[in-house]
Nanobody
Framework: QVQLVESGGGLVQTGGSLRLSCVVN????????MGWYRQTPGKQRRELVA????????NYADLVKGRFTISRDGAKNTVYLQMNSLKPDDTAVYYC?????????WGRGTQVTVSS
């Protein structure tokens, strides 16, 4: 059973930074796609923030390009989301997602709140 555990969320002021972590109970480099998504109150869908493939290719939502960076650490089986220049609109619950063969697994999420 795939297990994902996120951490690193919190309260930060506009312009501040946070680093989210997602620990997976598998070899991180063998996972086809790992992604970070976020969901804000009132929205039913989670939106893609960033993703990284097993080959190391990355993809970012336009709203976070140049501010957020996704990376991974094989020794720790962890995917990170470094978030800089945070804005109030970045406030959301952030979720880690594991994707393999069309099957997706989600973590429980971590709250990020950016105050103005």
């Amino acid at each position: 059973q795939v297990q994902l555990v996120e951490s690193g969320g919190g309260l930060v002021q506009t312009g501040g930074s946070l680093r989210l972590s997602c620990v997976v109970n598998e070899n991180i480099f063998s996972i086809p796609i790992m992604g970070w998504y976020r969901q804000t109150p009132g929205k039913q869908r989670r939106e893609l923030v960033a993703q990284i493939t097993s080959a190391g290719s990355t993809n970012y939502a336009d709203l976070v390009k140049g501010r957020f960076t996704i990376s991974r650490d094989g020794a720790k089986n962890t995917v990170y989301l470094q978030m800089n220049s945070l804005k109030p609109d970045d406030t959301a619950v952030y979720y880690c997602r594991y994707s393999r063969g069309g099957v997706h697994y989600w973590g429980r999420g971590t709250q990020v709140t950016v105050s103005s």
